[in-house]
Each structure stands twice: as structure tokens, then as C-alpha cells.
Nanobody, 118 residues
Framework: VQLVESGGGLVHPGGSLRLSCAASVGSFYCMAWFRQSPGKGREGIAGINSDGSTRYTDSVKGRFTISRDANTLYLQMDNLKPEDTAMYYC??????????????????WGQGTQVTVS
């Protein structure tokens, strides 16, 4: 499995960014976006299952949207806040799962892309 993120950068508060993740796993498996801020652990923020169902952590609900096509995972981020500053990672499950019920199901990571809101 290869995951390659892109689309990070510097944006002002209230701005938008769209992250992309080129994924070699197709759309048969659950996928997710995680982020990690300095001094904090990696947290799951948005997940999508093979049936298209999605889930979000509370801090990004209504602002972030996860989506996918056959080979790419996306994260549309709107109304960005300084607290969204983090390294963002695309993630695939350790086992080949179509539905992921827990953030702990994920264990395959891309290299990350930095998002800075300032």
C-alpha cells in the first residue's frame, strides 16, 4: 500500500485547503485522515468506508469533508482555524477492511503534509 499526500500549505484563518492522497488501494477499503500537532498524539479526524459512509471528529464537523474517487482520497477543509495547524496524514487500515469502526483500525500512513493556519 502506498499513500502520498499533497495540498498542504499556509492559509489565513477562515480560508480553505483541499488535501489529496494518492492511494494504491482503490475504493474497496476504509480510509481516513489523521492529524498530529506538536506535542500531541495523532488523532483521527475524518473517515470514509467503502459504502461511502463518513464520520468526523467533533472539532471538524461542518467544516471538513472527506471524499474519494477510485484512486484518490480528499479532505476539503473550510473555515480553517489556527488550532487546525498540524501535520495531516492519509491512513489505510492494517487489515483490508471495507468498514472501519475505530480509529485504531488504521495503521498504514503516508508521509504527511503540513497545514499551517496563521
Amino acid at each position: 500500500v502506498q499513500l502520498v499526500e499533497s495540498g498542504g500549505g499556509l492559509v489565513h484563518p477562515g480560508g480553505s485547503l483541499r488535501l489529496s492522497c494518492a492511494a494504491s488501494v482503490g475504493s474497496f477499503y476504509c480510509m481516513a485522515w489523521f492529524r498530529q500537532s506538536p506535542g500531541k498524539g495523532r488523532e483521527g479526524i475524518a473517515g470514509i468506508n467503502s459504502d461511502g459512509s463518513t464520520r468526523y471528529t467533533d472539532s471538524v464537523k461542518g467544516r471538513f469533508t472527506i471524499s474519494r474517487d477510485a484512486n484518490t482520497l480528499y479532505l476539503q477543509m473550510d473555515n480553517l482555524k489556527p488550532e487546525d495547524t498540524a501535520m495531516y496524514y492519509c491512513a489505510a487500515p492494517v487489515l483490508f477492511l471495507g468498514t472501519c469502526l475505530s480509529w485504531s483500525d488504521f495503521g498504514v500512513w503516508g508521509q504527511g503534509t503540513q497545514v499551517t493556519v496563521s
